[in-house]
């Protein structure tokens, strides 16, 4: 009985890794879309309605739970004057929150440099700027995709034969 329990607790915890590995990859793909949702949104705010950045901070509708947090305490802090500049607040706001996030170096790099694109002088140059974060954004996320699908096809069988060879070691 005692074989039988370790058996299924070896398996369960290579499951559970597996699912947790999976789970923070699908969570930075979900946030990489989100971004590309902030940028298009943004540039649809300009577009149309001519819409100030705490106006857009306060009504965009995000999707995950991270975002909105993010973009309040920004708003916060530009309401305070913290920095003396937009562009360092949003840094400082990124910096804070880059564990929640989920995102790779280089889409951290892109969300970093739309910071220019909330707060440019013209809005154009911050549709512009805006533009080139999403086009940058979804290749990104195209690649990641991709990446995601190839290592499930070889971590998730691994990983399960892994737990049987542990169980075939142990008995």
Request: glycine residues 6%.
């Amino acid at each position: 009985m005692g074989k039988i329990t370790g058996m299924i607790l070896i398996m369960a915890g290579c499951a559970g890794t597996l699912g947790y590995w999976y789970e923070t990859k699908k969570k930075e793909l979900s946030m990489m879309e989100e971004c590309i949702r902030l940028f298009s949104h943004w540039q649809d705010a300009l577009e149309t309605e001519h819409m100030r950045l705490y106006d857009f901070l306060d009504t965009y509708p995000a999707l995950t739970e991270e975002m909105p947090a993010m973009l309040k305490e920004l708003k916060n802090m530009l309401e305070k004057n913290c920095y003396p500049t937009g562009r360092k607040a949003w840094d400082r706001v990124l910096e804070k929150n880059r564990k929640s996030l989920f995102l790779g170096e280089e889409a951290k790099q892109i969300l970093r440099n739309a910071g220019e694109a909330f707060f440019c002088e013209s809005s154009r140059e911050s549709i512009r700027i805006s533009r080139v974060c999403t086009r940058r954004m979804e290749k990104i996320l195209v690649l990641k995709r991709e990446e995601l699908r190839r290592k499930c096809r070889v971590y998730l069988p691994a990983g399960m034969l892994l737990g049987v060879m542990i169980i075939i070691l142990l008995l």
